[in-house]
């Protein structure tokens, strides 16, 4: 069962330095002020910043009433100790090399991921763990972690068990050959790609499990960027986010305030999760999301073809 979430989250890699470096005042500050702003729900995981993003949520967290908010991590990426003399990390984040990452979808490895985990959070618990990206794992996922996640749900040592991905068809499969609670969908039902619609969240509906939508910005594009999916935005999504924005603006909103109030709309979505580096940017997100985005710009955009046509609306 998933746990009471605030309907926004802090999104937790950027305290991991993803793409560029803060330091430990900036991370604590960041959740004290998501803090401030009342969210309650908080989600990291081992890869981001190989395990930096955990110790700096663990340590900022310390201290708060431990009933009065959710957290969740991931596993399936197992963090090995390397020997010195270490390099950079080489998948996005601005720490030194001092681990590496090693698939892990056995049961053992599962529980491992948890005890670890718990250790750099210095926590006692965490309310939820996704299966983090097992794309390339699926066979092993389905027959030995998803097990584990379930022996844990089952005593008591998480509330709630769940994958988390930037794709739809797996988590279809998993929506019908499990009894997950939440599923975590990176950037997948967004004002730019609303896939999530064919087959996932219809499923998601009918087995009650629930959705948070991260990556609602598609990594910037939907906020003004030039990135999309971790990478350059390609030109005819570029183009397709210039359109969006400049309709938003027509109907006197934002694209950053649209993106983030669109998902929320879906009766399957249970949170929205955006990321943050600094207190500045966690508040204006908050902002945003309070915004009231006026309700002629849905009907404008699916007009436009920029919306599908089956995609709920706020409001609507």
């Not at 005593?155 to 994958?163: D, F, K």
């Amino acid at each position: 069962m998933i746990p009471p979430l605030t309907p926004l989250s802090l999104g937790c890699a950027q305290l991991g330095n993803l793409y560029r470096a803060i330091d430990d005042d900036e991370a604590a500050a960041t959740v004290d002020a998501a803090w401030g702003l009342g969210i309650r729900y908080f989600d990291t995981a081992p890869h981001y910043g190989l395990g930096l993003s955990e110790r700096r949520l663990g340590a900022a967290l310390r201290g708060r009433p431990r009933d009065e908010y959710v957290l969740s991590t991931k596993a399936g990426r197992l963090l090995e100790s390397q020997p010195p003399p270490y390099g950079r990390d080489d998948q996005g984040f601005d720490v030194p090399a001092a681990y590496r990452r090693v698939w892990d979808f056995s049961r053992d490895g599962i529980r491992r991921s948890l005890e670890e985990s718990l250790v750099r959070l210095g926590l006692d618990r965490v309310d939820i763990v996704y299966l983090h990206d097992p794309d390339d794992h699926y066979d092993e996922a389905l027959g030995t972690a998803y097990p584990a996640l379930e022996e844990l749900r089952g005593e008591g040592v998480v509330q709630a068990i769940g994958a988390g991905m930037n794709q739809t068809a797996m988590l279809a499969e998993f929506a019908r050959h499990t009894d997950m609670d939440v599923f975590m969908l990176a950037g997948r039902y967004t004002l730019l790609e609303q896939s999530a619609l064919d087959e996932l969240l219809p499923l998601c509906v009918d087995r009650a499990v629930g959705v948070v939508a991260a990556g609602v910005f598609n990594s910037g594009l939907l906020t003004g960027g030039s990135k999309y999916d971790y990478g350059d935005a390609p030109p005819e999504l570029a183009d397709r986010a210039r359109r969006l924005a400049e309709i938003c603006e027509a109907h006197g909103t934002t694209l950053p305030a649209a993106a983030l109030a669109f998902p929320a709309a879906h009766p399957a979505v249970v949170n929205v999760c955006v990321g943050a580096r600094s207190p500045e940017q966690i508040e204006r997100n908050a902002a945003l999301f309070e915004q009231r985005v006026p309700a002629d710009l849905w009907p404008a955009l699916k007009g436009e073809g920029l919306l599908r046509e089956d995609a709920p609306v706020p409001g609507g």
